[in-house]
């Protein structure tokens, strides 16, 4: 098989990995070296100067040991097998960089024989790459539940970023679904990568000099739709990921059937791209926003609003708390206010110091009036004209195509222009010890 069919079927096979984002780190370029890193943009995203910047998404095998009923690459699955030597791979990088098609390289892999196996061939592969070629560019790597603590401490002083997917939200449907993967030993390399991220840090106080541990920090994965998981255990999880383990970046990933199984949705299922935006967007709030998952869903409210975006539904569902006075309120009060981001209340806390800010003021801004006007006072005051009740409130914030389909009472999310229901099964609590509130 020539090296232009492994990528073929090897790129092909890395496409339903989401995990890729920017690097997050800077790094120059350097005399006698090659490449760099830039904190933004990667996979097709945009530096700060405009740039497009890409990176070589590409599995090191795709031939799997395990038989995990989600994945286009488990074991019972005819599919055509291909692998990649770790020179043929550094190589195919190194030519694709000297091109100017790639800046860095974006490594996950299938199990192949045993975890510290297929770890041993990404550590060779990234060792070439750094050593032999003096890369310098990003490198996001997969590390392999199961591998051996120093092979993956050996792989993340290589690599920029690591991430291990979680893949499934709740315990029970990794059992069902991935009977050769357990909670333990996804959640132990991300502990081990955690800690030993945190313990350079601690180092580089000390010693300049001290190698760094993916100094862009590590991420995880999770398949949305597959499972009967709420949004609300889901949400759970995260939050766990992001006090436990410091994670940078939580993915979700619309479940696309790609096997015969009862347990999974059939085949030609459109994948739940609505609600995987849903949960980014809730992903934002949770960590620049302040909120915390059980103030934005709950056991009688245990999926969102389809319709509406996660801030928009708090605020209508919890309108005893407004309307807030936009000269006075404390900045964590304005940040939950729809219409109003991170960086229009960084301005208006600056504003409010010179003078009293009106609605137009606020427009000037840069606040969203068509969402804010029903939360805010200026000066003790309403907007002009403004009557409303929390239902009018609802039916303002839900745009015109999305009340026509509201009205159509589709019975399943389908897609982003199709509405889902609001309810579904509980399922059990995701890695409870995760989902648990600090004391």
Not at 291 to 304: C, I, K, R, S, V
Request: glycine letters at 6%.
């Amino acid at each position: 098989m020539t090296t232009i069919e492994k990528l073929t079927i090897l790129t092909d096979a890395a496409k339903y990995d989401v995990a890729c984002t920017s690097s997050g780190i800077d790094r120059g370029g350097k005399k006698g070296k090659l490449g760099s890193a830039v904190k933004m943009g990667i996979c097709h995203s945009f530096a700060s100067d405009g740039r497009c910047i890409s990176l070589l998404k590409v599995l090191m095998t795709n031939a799997c040991i395990y038989d995990c009923q989600y994945c286009i690459n488990r074991r019972s699955n005819d599919t055509p097998r291909a692998t990649f030597t770790p020179r043929e791979l550094a190589d195919l990088t190194i030519g694709f960089y000297r091109r100017n098609y790639i800046e860095g390289l974006f490594l996950s892999s299938a199990v192949v024989k045993n975890p510290d196996y297929t770890c041993e061939l990404l550590i060779q592969t990234l060792r070439l790459l750094r050593e032999e070629y003096g890369f310098r560019g990003y490198i996001h790597v997969k590390a392999i539940p199961g591998a051996d603590n120093r092979l993956l401490t050996l792989l993340g002083m290589l690599a920029d970023r690591m991430s291990v997917n979680i893949e499934l939200p709740s315990e029970r449907s990794l059992k069902l679904l991935a009977p050769d993967k357990s909670k333990r030993s996804i959640l132990q390399p991300m502990g081990l990568i955690a800690g030993k991220i945190q313990e350079t840090r601690y180092d580089l106080i000390r010693y300049r000099s001290t190698p760094k541990f993916a100094p862009a920090g590590q991420s995880t994965q999770m398949i949305i739709g597959a499972t009967p998981d709420t949004d609300w255990n889901i949400l759970r999880l995260t939050e766990g990921l992001y006090r436990k383990y410091g994670l940078r970046r939580v993915f979700y990933s619309a479940y696309m059937p790609v096997s015969e199984n009862a347990l999974l949705p059939p085949k030609g299922t459109k994948p739940p791209l609505l609600r995987e935006h849903r949960l980014y967007q809730a992903d934002w709030l949770l960590r620049f926003y302040g909120f915390t998952a059980d103030e934005l869903l709950d056991g009688q409210h245990p999926n969102f609003h389809p319709l509406v975006d996660p801030k928009c539904g708090w605020a209508v569902n919890h309108m005893e708390q407004f309307p807030v006075e936009i000269n006075t309120a404390p900045y964590e009060m304005l940040l939950r206010v729809p219409g109003i981001g991170v960086r229009s209340a960084q301005r208006i806390r600056a504003a409010r110091r010179c003078r009293s800010l009106d609605f137009d003021g606020l427009k000037k801004i840069g606040v969203v009036l068509k969402r804010a006007q029903y939360f805010i006072t200026c000066s003790g005051k309403m907007r002009e004209g403004l009557r409303f009740t929390p239902e009018s409130v609802l039916r303002a914030l839900i745009s015109e195509e999305k009340q026509k389909l509201a009205a159509q009472d589709v019975p399943e999310q389908l897609s982003f222009f199709t509405p889902s229901p609001t309810t579904e099964p509980q399922a059990p609590v995701a890695f409870p010890e995760l989902a648990q509130k600090e004391a």
